[in-house]
């Protein structure tokens, strides 16, 4: 059967624009009613610019990151946005063209003799923002974080937490938060041929400690964790990295990674005191995990998996991407058995599908429900349009579909501060409108998603398509 598209590519293109204004405003165009116990900041980050002077990044990934701060306080909602201000940033804005070599895509104008052994890239601070220990920062995960005021979204500069986190060492963009005391976790991966991880823990006066430095064998591509009680566990892709062209200025880095075939994926599990286990599994590549917990001996790991490395072919434009060859993601269960070193893989939810979330207080623990962006279609491969919610001892699902004219990203929980039940509060959802090329904040009833929306918050202008935030209980606005 031939499944109709869900979209057209110059609609999903759009979203791909740069946003080169900064803007501060009161949002007073919205439809139906904020729920007033729904207050707070929700703070999103993402390549912001995509081009410096109409000269574009080769790849989105490679854009300037950018803040957006959206407040919600007694049923109104603030809007601002601002560039993380890094010195390279500052210095392309300046020049009025792309002075620095990007890890996706970007080569420097001038050809060959311009890249060769050029290997300065910048601090793009555009994957994740996260307010913790009172520091709002930027993440990205091949630098170290750079901290904002979050009232003004000023840059305030590089966060090396009192010393503790010194140049060279590196912080994750995907953090996560031990519900039961407040703490986050992080890491940082010094890759080649053995490559080193540390992990990081923050308290909530944002004192950082690092506990874990351990070696393991081969390259590391772990852009994620995940951290129950008495574990953090890594997904490592079984990756080769062949640094020469890229050293030698022939393509980004991105693109000089390969799925070494046949070879089983690792999972990479340590204990609280850092030592190391280590177990195989079915050969696949991960970004993301949705979530982790204990359970009788085993540990449950959940995660989106591609059955190969969605590799981004040097020279070929992003925006031209053939969808029907991208690989989908799909949501799938790693049950890992610690006696027996056994790892069972089954896949819970087929319809590619990124960006999963779940409930925070339920971030370790045995959960049942999470969020993701998904395609509009049950099957093929398109652009984000969905949104699904998956209850994942039931299976169930329900869905929004934003299709055919509105795209999506990363969904974001927030509990009903009231609420007893784990689906209790709200999803909120940035959404392109290829209608009127404007980003609608949306409020989804997150026990009953497929519903119409409580509410749609729409912006003067576009937010570039972003990729991860995170929602605070603290208000700056009001
Ligand atoms: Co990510």
């Not at 940033?89 to 990007?102: M, S």
């Not at 992990?199 to 064998?217: P, S």
């Not at 008495?230 to 062209?245: E, R, S, T, W």
Request: hydrophobic letters at 35%; a negative charge; aromatic letters at 12%.
């Amino acid at each position: 059967m031939v499944q109709t598209s869900s979209f057209s590519k110059a609609d999903w293109q759009k979203g791909y624009k740069s946003l080169k204004t900064e803007y501060s405003y009161w949002v007073d165009d919205i439809t139906g009613e904020v729920p007033p116990l729904l207050q707070g900041t929700l703070f999103r980050n993402g390549p912001g610019l995509l081009d410096v002077n109409g000269d574009r990044y080769g790849h989105p990934f490679d854009g300037d990151g950018m803040i957006s701060a959206i407040t919600f306080t007694n049923g109104k909602v603030h809007f601002a946005n601002s560039f993380v201000k890094t010195p390279e940033f500052l210095a392309e804005q300046q020049a009025g063209k792309i002075l620095y070599r990007g890890v996706f895509g970007t080569q420097i104008q001038g050809g060959l003799l311009q890249n060769i052994f050029n290997l300065k890239l910048k601090n793009i601070a555009n994957t994740n923002v996260i307010y913790h220990g009172q520091k709002l920062l930027a993440l990205w995960e091949a630098s170290r974080p750079y901290r904002l005021d979050p009232q003004t979204l000023e840059t305030i500069g590089v966060e090396n937490f009192d010393g503790n986190l010194p140049a060279g060492e590196v912080f994750t963009a995907h953090p996560k938060f031990d519900p039961d005391t407040g703490d986050m976790y992080g890491f940082g991966v010094d890759a080649g041929v053995k490559s080193t991880i540390n992990l990081y823990k923050v308290d909530q006066q944002g004192t950082l400690t690092k506990f874990v430095k351990q070696k393991v064998d081969g390259f590391c591509f772990l852009h994620d964790f995940a951290i129950t009680p008495n574990y953090a566990i890594f997904a490592q892709n079984p990756v080769k990295f062949n640094p020469l062209p890229f050293v030698l200025g022939f393509k980004p880095a991105a693109t000089c990674i390969d799925l070494q075939p046949n070879t089983p994926t690792k999972l990479l599990i340590f204990d609280r005191s850092g030592q190391l286990i280590t177990l195989e599994t079915e050969p696949c590549f991960i970004f993301h995990h949705a979530n982790a917990y204990e359970q009788d001996g085993e540990i449950i790991l959940d995660s989106i998996c591609y059955r190969d490395y969605p590799k981004l072919e040097a020279g070929i434009d992003f925006l031209d991407v053939n969808f029907d060859q991208v690989i989908p993601g799909q949501f799938c269960r790693f049950q890992i058995n610690l006696a027996t070193g056994k790892v069972q893989k089954s896949i819970l939810q087929e319809r590619s599908c990124e960006f999963p979330i779940t409930h925070p207080d339920y971030v370790g623990k045995n959960y049942r429900y999470v969020y993701m962006g998904a395609i509009a279609n049950d099957s093929g491969n398109a652009p984000l349009q969905a949104i699904i919610k998956l209850d994942v001892q039931t299976r169930e699902k329900q869905v929004h579909s934003f299709a055919p004219r509105g795209f999506i990203g990363e969904p974001t929980f927030i509990p009903d501060p009231n609420g007893t039940r784990e689906d209790q509060g709200w999803l909120l959802v940035l959404v392109f409108d290829a209608t009127c090329d404007r980003t609608d904040i949306v409020i989804l009833d997150a026990e009953h998603i497929s519903n119409s929306p409580l509410a749609t918050i729409h912006l003067k202008h576009h937010i570039p398509f972003g990729l991860h935030g995170n929602f605070t209980p603290e208000v700056w606005h009001s």
